[in-house]
């Protein structure tokens, strides 16, 4: 590939960083009522809830019609071991954006993991077949780094195919594509379809892995997509804090004034 | 001789310091140790009632319900994930959200009951939230698959410690339940009346 369209690569991640921090601009709350609105704000900001519950049902069906049956098939056919190869396989290629990621927020220790796990695993685990390193790095992308940085999440969307993500998210999720080395790599060895191939296995992975529980949230719901909504963003902030526990991210429970609030720390 | 004096002062002043702040250090202490001893003494229990094969599954529910009524303080956490609309309800509808909300805790979680394949809780310390609320922080440690933390919010009441949250991997339920609540009765039509006919919909699906 020439240096032409690796320019036009750092263009378009440019431009997403940019149309990131204008829409986060947008989306500041407002303070009409003052506390009130606050409030609801923290707990759930979706000004696109009608077309976001439209692409939820589209994304459920979609889910019904063939995600979830060919992960019921995969976890049948294939056996656990090699299910687990697969899931350390694909870890292990995220392993280089995970570090970047990491140097980008700070985290050094952090990125010290990610490069031991990958040269562990890549030569002692066959390629990432195996985790030999056993690190349990946690998942770290570019919608987690602009938290760090600042950037306010922006409104709650459920993206066709992808489903849930915050619009900071959404945008960190391309700028991940456009920074990941993997895929470079694999251009440069001009593996086809290789993100579409790599995106495909995650999906799968991940469904197959979670049948239960989500089968689970549905039946015990009286809505479905306020459950998800609450849940996925709950689960997005634990991630941005490595799951440390953070007081700060609890709600106040005392109605009577008749305790202090919640210590900020 | 000077700055030994000044020494000296320091130590005393420091002495007084200590013995002054000592009582409210020891009493957030306490509150730690109580919700921690709280929690410890129901995992135990909890685990035992789920590991004991002599009981059947429907006195297992028995005791869940018992644990539910006396160790959640039922009524704070029904009003807190009613939120904002719990003012605008009347008193009856809010003591019927309290009763259904209570029975559909019941059976959203007495099922989780019969998955149980022995696993262990593993308590590991507290910290304080305020002057009334500590997080006991739990470990569930599983025979495949990494441990899962699980925090404990524990309340100080009239009626002694009370569990009002429990927080998953850093996921609230009580959080979760609001914010799903909140969708349902903001709903154009539906109100705090629907919402208590919703969860009654649920409760009669769920126990067919």
Known sequence: MGLRSKSSYLKAGLT?????????????????????????????YDPLEPMNRYFFDVNYALDALFLKPVAEMYRGVVPAPVRDSVTNFLTNLSQPIYLINNVLQGDLDGAGDNMGAFFTNTFLGVGGLFDVAKLNTPVEDMGQTFAKWGIQEGPYLVVPLFGPRTTRAAVGGIADYYLDPINYAAKENDIEHAGLIRTAAHGLDQRSRSIEALDEIEKNSIDFYAAIRSLYRQNRNNMILNGASNSTQLPDMSFDDDDEPVKKD | ???????????????????LFQPSAFAVQAKEQAALAMVKSIGDEAVATLADKSLSETQKQDRFEKFLDSSFDMKRIGRFVLGQYWRDASETEQTQFLKVFRDYMV??????????????????????????????????????????????????????????????????????????????????????????????????????
């Open chain 1, 16 to 44: 997403a960083i940019a149309l990131l921090v204008t829409v986060s601009g947008c989306a500041t709350p407002q303070q009409k009522d003052g506390k009130a609105v606050a409030v609801m704000y923290n707990e759930v």
């Open chain 2, 1 to 19: 001789m000077f700055t030994r004096r000044k020494f000296f002062q320091g130590t005393l002043i420091a002495a007084a310091m200590a013995v």
């Open chain 2, 107 to 208: 059976t959203s979680y007495a099922e989780k009951i019969g998955s149980y394949s022995g696993e262990n809780l593993e308590i590991k310390d507290a910290t304080s939230l305020n002057d009334k609320e500590s997080l006991v922080h739990s470990l569930i440690t599983r025979p495949n698959g990494p441990p899962i933390k699980l925090d404990w919010r524990v309340r100080k009441t009239n009626d002694g410690e009370k569990i009002v949250d429990v927080i998953i991997e850093g996921i609230s339920m009580a959080q979760t339940h609001r914010s799903e609540f909140a969708s349902v009765v903001s709903q154009p039509g539906v109100g705090v009346e629907g919402l208590i006919n919703k969860l009654k919909e649920q409760i009669k699906t769920a126990s067919n």
